[in-house]
């Protein structure tokens, strides 16, 4: 079974700082893609980062980097120099292929609150 | 137009109303999706359309019938529903590759707020 768990359901950071939101997961599958999505008060799920269990690299996208562990099974969001529309929802989810049908778990997601 | 659009955004409807839930992609996919997402629990995965067949039903109610009748549309059609039922469903679609690690990634659309009374 795959599980993902993020443990800070809520978090503050003040502006211009850096955060990480924590996710751990678990899948005996050995090919699986990681994700991180925002969620603002308007509902709308924003794809920010994406991690493939065989990349070899971390995965960056402009202010978003996503710190990965196989070993440790995390897969933390880091957000540099945090802004004040960074408030939001924050879900960390995970794909994986079973028997060719789609398999993806969300975590309860962390809710980050900016403070300027 | 943006990359996917439901309709309509808001709804409250009875428990014995016939109501449909539309999404439309407009990113070129083969695949879409329907998520329910209930205040306090993770985005539960309803249902899986590959290529207009649906690969995936996550056990999910008969009161709820999804329709799917080209890559780009994708309905969730509701009858008798319950207040539990009450949620933001959202809709997703991504592009799918066969084989090798899962790198599509899926794009969301923003979601109908539902209400049942």
């Known amino acids: 079974a795959q599980k993902i768990t993020q443990t800070q359901p809520g978090m503050f950071v003040q502006e211009k700082e850096a955060v990480t939101l924590d996710c751990t997961y678990d899948?005996?599958?050995?090919?699986?893609?990681l994700f991180w999505y925002k969620q603002p008060s308007s509902g709308e799920m924003i794809f920010l980062i994406y991690?493939?269990?065989?990349?070899?690299q971390n995965a960056t996208e402009g202010r978003y980097s996503l710190n990965f562990q196989k070993a440790r099974k995390s897969a933390n969001l880091v957000i540099s120099a945090s802004q004040l529309g960074d408030s939001a929802m924050y879900f960390c989810a995970m794909r994986v292929e079973l028997g060719g049908y789609q398999k993806v778990t969300f975590g309860t997601g962390t809710k980050l609150q900016v403070i300027p | 137009e943006t990359g996917v659009t439901q309709t309509p955004r808001h709804l409250v409807m009875g428990m014995t109303n016939k109501k449909s839930l539309k999404c439309e992609q407009h990113?070129?996919?083969?695949?879409m999706y329907w998520y329910k997402q209930s205040a306090k629990k993770p985005l539960e995965l309803m249902f899986v359309y590959n290529f207009k067949e649906q690969t995936e039903n996550n056990s999910v109610p008969s009161r709820f019938s999804p329709e799917c009748p080209n890559s780009s549309h994708l309905f969730l059609h509701l009858h008798t529903l319950q207040p539990e039922d009450s949620a933001l469903y959202l809709c997703a679609s991504s592009q799918v590759t066969s084989g090798g690690p899962s790198t599509d990634t899926q794009y969301f659309g923003p979601g109908t707020r539902l209400t049942v009374l």
């Open positions: 991690q493939g269990s065989y990349d070899q």
């Open positions: 899948t005996s599958d050995p090919s699986y893609g």
């Open positions: 990113l070129g996919h083969n695949a």
